[in-house]
């Protein structure tokens, strides 16, 4: 079973640059967007039931803002629009497919932006999450919390580590809350559990050149609870994904 992740940076934009016939070729059993930006109402039938998916969404209150959605070739036992938290569900960054064997919770982190305006907003969201993944975990489930986390976790995961310790991304608190989420309570980055090596990234700017020099960060995740991380059998980046200022990145399921 493949599941793979993507911040398409507007499903609309994307769409017109070969997204649907990437879709195709690669035909994943689950895939999660991020950052939509579009309201159901906003799309046809191409993005809504595309090569016999289903299709889930939470969009954001502000228009063309953010938004989440799930393809998935099978119907899900349930699907919930966000987390219970008023401020976090309003900007649509959240959306939870439980499948069989599995839960998917696919999250569109909250960027810290520029002279750090939005971190405290950043920190209550990643305190939201890990709290509502938790209990799920409780409960006895695998879960997949994937998406893009906004956040490059070591030095490893971005090209020039030195000059961004102050750039949002990469701040000390953002990396702390990461170091408890895979430390204290003992989650799975699945990419770094196959893949050690330096030089993989999932996002990178817009500005002439930075991608082909490869002068990125990876922003984007598929972690899984411990209980659950036996089943992954494979996780990667794909770089050669175009379309956005981000790739999308997978794991497979035994």
Known sequence: M?????????????????FFDWLGEESPDVLCLQETKANPSQLDETHLA???YQTHWHSAEKPGYSGVAIYSKKKPKAVHQG????????????????FKDFTVVNT????SQREHARLPYKLKFCAAILKYC??????????ILCGDYNIAHREI???????????????PQERAWMDKFLGEYGWVDTFRKFTPDPGNYSWWSYRPGVREK??????????????????????YIMPKVFGSDHCPVGIELK
Do not use: H, M
């Not at 599941?3 to 609309?12: E, H, Q």
């Not at 938790?134 to 879960?143: A, K, M, N, P, T």
């Not at 995961?157 to 701040?171: E, I, M, R, W």
């Open 108 to 111: 569109y982190f909250p960027n």
């Open 134 to 143: 938790e209990q799920l975990r409780e409960d006895g489930q695998g879960v």
């Open 214 to 235: 490869n002068i990125g960060w990876r922003l984007d995740y598929q972690c899984v609870n411990p209980e659950f991380a036996s089943a992954v059998k494979d996780a």
């Open 50 to 52: 595309p090569l016999g």
């Open 83 to 98: 987390i219970g938290v008023k401020d976090i569900d309003s900007e649509g960054r959240v959306l939870v497919a439980e």
């Open 157 to 171: 995961d971005l090209k020039n580590p030195k000059t961004n310790v102050n750039n949002a991304g990469f701040l």
């Open 2 to 18: 493949k599941i793979l992740s993507w911040n398409v940076n507007g499903i609309r934009s994307v769409g017109g640059k070969g």
